[in-house]
């Protein structure tokens, strides 16, 4: 199959790397205009180089918590390619394995504020701009992909705040799904197993052990990573006019782990 976004324009948040970059690209091979956002700059600005000999691309920064940088994105959308078709949900960070009896509830603020909240915000937005009656191509509809994780199905491989978040998703992606349906706006989440991305920055200044080891059960059973450039080719295709039927779907892309 060769799908062709060669109309679209298409925002995926958390661009700068990781999975989001993977998307990004494969939106540019598939033809589309693409937005991309991150709240690092610096690796924005290098990807954003990268990416721009591929095809249309824009580059914001800023921190998807902040209600302007949602704004922006639209407006940008709205202003440089004249509409917006796809939104891919992908920032995200990750926690430190913490339970709740344990967790700092500032940390937990902050986990839920970039991974559920912003996300909820932003599609909120691209729902309101997809339902522009004055587009210039006289169509309302799009197409939503909202990253979620293994841990939106399973209880032991994070901490509580990433799992907490992860499953929420599951519950945005549906409701969207369930309103909007007959308006022509699909919306479906995809749930990776793990993939070698930059996420592990999280553990940085070290983790909870006894959260660790209980994920890491799980882990030792886990058939593969996930190759984000693999996973990319099924996000362009379940935001295609191809997938027209899909909406949604909770898509699991973990080679079987959750399975397990
Ligand atoms: N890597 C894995 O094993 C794995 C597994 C399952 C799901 N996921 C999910 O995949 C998605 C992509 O993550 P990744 O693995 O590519 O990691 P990554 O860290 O490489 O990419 C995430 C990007 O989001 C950006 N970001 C973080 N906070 C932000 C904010 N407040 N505003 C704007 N941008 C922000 C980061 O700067 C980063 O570039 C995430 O939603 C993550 O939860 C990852």
Not at 56 to 72: E, F, K, M, R
Not at 172 to 193: C, D, E, F, V
Request: with cysteine; aromatic share 6%; hydrophobic share 40%.
């Amino acid at each position: 199959m060769n799908t062709s976004l060669t109309t679209k324009t298409a925002l995926v948040t958390g661009a700068a790397g990781g999975l989001g970059k993977a998307v990004a690209k494969a939106f540019l091979h598939a033809g589309a205009s693409v937005i991309i956002t991150d709240i690092n700059e610096p690796m924005l600005q290098t990807t954003y180089k990268e990416l721009s000999e591929l095809g249309p691309v824009h580059a914001i920064a800023g921190d998807l918590t902040s209600p302007q940088v949602t704004t922006n994105l639209i407006e940008t959308a709205r202003e440089q390619y004249s509409k917006l078709d796809i939104l891919v949900n992908n920032a995200g960070i990750m926690d430190r394995f913490d339970p709740i009896g344990d967790i700092d509830m500032s940390f937990w603020d902050r986990i839920l504020a970039v991974n559920l909240t912003a996300p909820a915000r932003v599609t909120r937005a691209a729902v309101q701009e997809f339902l522009r009656e004055s587009r210039p191509d006289g169509r309302t509809g799009g197409a939503i992909l909202t990253v979620g994780s293994i841990n939106g199905l399973r209880g032991g491989i994070a901490g509580a705040a990433y799992t907490t978040t992860k499953h929420a998703l599951v519950g945005l992606t549906r409701n969207t799904a369930a309103h909007y349906a007959r308006k022509g706006i699909r919306s479906n989440i995809i749930m990776p197993g793990l993939m070698e991305t930059n996420i592990r920055t999280a553990y940085a200044n070290g983790v909870n052990e006894g959260g660790k080891a209980l994920a890491w059960k799980s882990v030792d059973v886990n058939p593969g990573q996930v190759d984000v450039d693999e996973l990319a080719k099924l996000v362009v295709f379940a935001c295609s006019d191809d997938a027209g039927y899909l909406n949604g779907a909770i898509i699991s892309t973990d080679h079987g782990w959750q399975a397990i």
